[in-house]
């Protein structure tokens, strides 16, 4: 699915048509009726109301909106609730939600807050261990984003800055619930709202047999020896956000994981292994090959039985039976416990996964698989995983670095300090002809990195956008674990070819987060260039009307929010970045020496303040402000 274009629900290569998840389905009647609720009433046109959303991961969609009606209006008239709804399509994999229509009221809140919560015809979860706290409305962290997110770009589109209630609805709901799993596992009271991708992928078993098949000849065909295989998304995400090794480098094998080591038994394989969540894998300690709930569901006697294995008493093991979930199952446990009971799943799980493939056609395989958790992440692997692991990555990274290390190219732009007008030619060139934009933050278009281009960059607003987690702290062990972790993500981008800016305030080579990632991305293998920005500290200077040095003077900067006596006894001028919170200290010192000097706060930005000498600096500086001092002859 390409991700430039809105995408349709057209028939996938076996000839089985997509549909949508009830996720999106709320996403969008949440959408349609901010939409309405912010533009004062609904559109004239309902015959062929369409919303479009982006789903999770990224591409737009566009969805029929059912139906339409505005729910409340105040004693004034204003419009202040709506409610819209959108009919789920399973495609040509059909479920009990199949057809279901799910309603989305949205009302106005006066703070700046989204609220989201399910009412008839959803289910409320009643026992832990699930993904959302007891209490709780079923509605799934994903679809939840996706809500959020839809909302948030909405409310900042109008200027609302106010929040939303979101109220989500199936009607029938209810009584649907009991043909699902959702009782015997603690959510009551209706169906839950689900999706991962927002797309249902339909297969019927033997197109899913055969893609893995093919999947499995392609990988091999590809040169790799050792193959890793996933049931689905949890295992691809966290082997993305584990290692960095993307979708297109495992096998999807769904539920099949007998029929995956026989296919790839049969087609020559050296190695297997799995990776998958302790909910579905734990299903292969009891030499069970397909982990379909209707295939078999006896997660909790299994783990009983490692339990009893690993020594726990029969107390302890009985206690497990009465779980919910494997999540609920191993909060139960002490650390110690959890160790030990894993440790004894994955013996099992090593010998039936052996038995397995010594079964199979073909030269004898070795197979290994990774469980892990979504509250305690990696829980262990069994005696061939590290290795099988270790060896498929390093197939990877030469094959990366074959194809796409003259394909992928990084861009460290720097916006300068604030006014967009200051931005350079090449900076508002590069970012256009760039396919992703990356800011260091949460939300890169909430950064003022992306403020500023968007004030020079037509049409910003439409690229894809990714935030990148770079935190403000000096422990250096904690920076040093977000800035790998930043550049293996920024690695998975590049490996797919794309050309990629990383937005940075000033210049990216002063005090710049963008350098964190620059020469790791390098060492990777794959271009990285700086394209130079206008630095704070010139745009202050001309700010105040003051040159920096003349003749013979030197020019030093100093971070002022780091002990910096040394950087004071310095001579010549000196430009204190970032004085922020340090402002008091660095102008009582400066005044106590006699020096000369100003100040600027927020340089090109609104609020910007310009402090002509020493004693007019407050106290009160924000982050983004520069002092500059002179020695008293100068």
Known sequence: MEKDRVIRMEKNKKGLRRGWTTGTCAQAAAAAAAEAL???GLPRDRESWTVTVRLPEGQPFALPVRSGTEAERDDKGRLTSVTCAVKKNSGDDPDVTDGVTVYATVSLLPEDRIEIDGGAGIGRVTKAGLAQPVGSAAINPVPREMIRRELVRLKEAAGWEGGFRVLVEIPGGEELAKRTFNPRIGIVGGLSILGTSGIVEPMSEKALIDTIEVEIKVKLAEGRRCL?????????????????????????????????????????????????????????????????????????????????????????????????????????????????????????????????????????MRTGAILFSNVYGLLGMTRYGEELLEESRKKMTQRYRRETAMEGILYGVGVGPGNPELMTLQAVRVIRECDLILAPGKEPRETVAWKIAAGAVPGLEEKEALGIHMPMTRDPKTRQEAHEAAAERILQELAKGRRTAFLTLGDPCIYSTYLYVHKRVQDAGYRAEIISGIPSFIAAAAAVGEGLVENDQMLHLVPASYPADEGMDLPGTRV?????????????????????????????????????????IPDDLSYYSIIVAKEAGE
């Open 576 to 616: 204190l970045m970032k004085a922020g919170k340090a402002a008091a200290q660095v102008r009582d010192e400066l005044l106590a020496r006699k020096e000369k000097g100003w100040a600027v706060e927020r340089c090109g930005m609104e609020g910007e303040r310009i402090f002509h000498s020493l004693d007019e």
């Open 38 to 40: 912010l533009a004062g």
């Open 228 to 364: 890793i295989a996933a049931p689905g998304n949890y295992g691809l995400d966290f082997l993305r956000e584990k290692w960095g090794i993307l979708p297109r480098d495992t096998v999807k094998c769904s539920n099949y994981i007998g029929e995956t080591i026989d296919l790839a038994a049969e087609q020559g394989a050296e190695g297997l292994l799995f990776v998958g969540h302790i909910g579905k894998l734990v299903k292969i300690a009891g030499g069970i090959m397909n982990t379909h709930s209707r295939q078999g569901d006896c997660r909790m006697e299994l783990l009983a039985a490692a339990a009893l294995r690993a020594g726990l008493p029969g107390k302890r093991a009985a206690a497990l039976l009465d779980c919910n979930t494997t999540e609920d199952a191993l909060q139960s446990l002490s650390a110690e416990e959890r160790g030990k009971v894993t440790a004894s799943l994955l013996e099992k799980i090593h010998a039936y996964l052996k038995i397995r493939a010594g079964s199979s056609a073909g030269p004898r």
